[in-house]
């Protein structure tokens, strides 16, 4: 059964980038599946933020594309978030999620990320 | 960017039928999903390709998809039931994905 877990620094500075990893368990990150971002801001509502795909073919929400890069590794199993020049707005728990055949069927429990000086 | 527009919110009493819309352009040339988040908790996914139900899922849940427009039913609800539910679909070319606004289900 795939799990999926985040992790990453739960503070960033205004202007700084903020950096993410999800970490994939029981199953490969090379299978037939996206992997994908999703955000929510307090007291808001789901962001879709961006996915990739084993290959490295990545799709971006265009209003963060110029500030977003995801990456995969798939020696260690695991697949990245950077945004850069974040700011208070940036300030989100982060999910990341498998995504078979369009569904997203499988996310982490989520992490917060504070946009804070 | 493309919209995906849900009501804020809806009530309904234990035992009645709640509908939840989702209206979007390229609905008709892309499927929607369904997702049930819980405080605290992350989204569960609840219908898949507009009308389908993942294992696991009551029969109550069903979606179905009209033009612009897809609507989660929820027959028969639950107190469990009361959440926070979002559609998601895909830009018109399928290059990118989008979330609805979000509906809040209240259950008097």
């Known amino acids: 059964q795939v799990q999926l877990q985040e992790s990453g620094p739960g503070l960033v500075k205004p202007s700084g980038t903020l950096s993410l990893t999800c970490a994939v368990s029981?199953?490969?990150?090379?299978?037939?599946?996206?992997w994908s971002w999703v955000r929510q801001p307090p007291g808001k509502g789901l962001e879709w933020i961006g996915e990739?795909?084993?290959?490295?073919?990545?799709n971006y929400n265009p209003s963060l594309k110029s500030r977003v890069t995801i990456s995969v590794d798939k020696s260690k199993n695991q697949f990245s978030l950077k945004l850069s020049s974040v700011t208070a707005a940036d300030t989100a728990v982060y999910y990341c999620a498998r995504v078979r055949d369009g569904v997203m069927d499988v996310w982490g429990k989520g992490t917060t990320v504070t946009v804070s000086s | 960017s493309y919209e995906l527009t849900q009501p804020p919110s809806v009530s309904v009493s234990p035992g009645q039928t709640a509908r939840i819309t989702c209206s979007g352009d390229a609905l008709p040339k892309q499927y929607a999903y369904w997702y049930q988040q819980k405080p605290g908790q992350a989204p569960v996914l609840v219908i898949y390709k507009d009308s389908e139900r993942p294992s696991g899922i009551p029969e109550r849940f069903s979606g179905s998809s009209s033009g612009t427009t897809v609507t989660l039913t929820i027959s028969g609800v639950q107190a469990e039931d009361e959440a926070d539910y979002y559609c998601q679909s895909a830009d018109s070319s399928g290059t990118y994905g989008v979330f609805g606004t979000g509906t809040k289900v209240t259950v008097l």
């Open positions: 029981g199953g490969s990150i090379s299978s037939s599946n996206w």
């Open positions: 990739i795909y084993h290959s490295g073919s990545t």
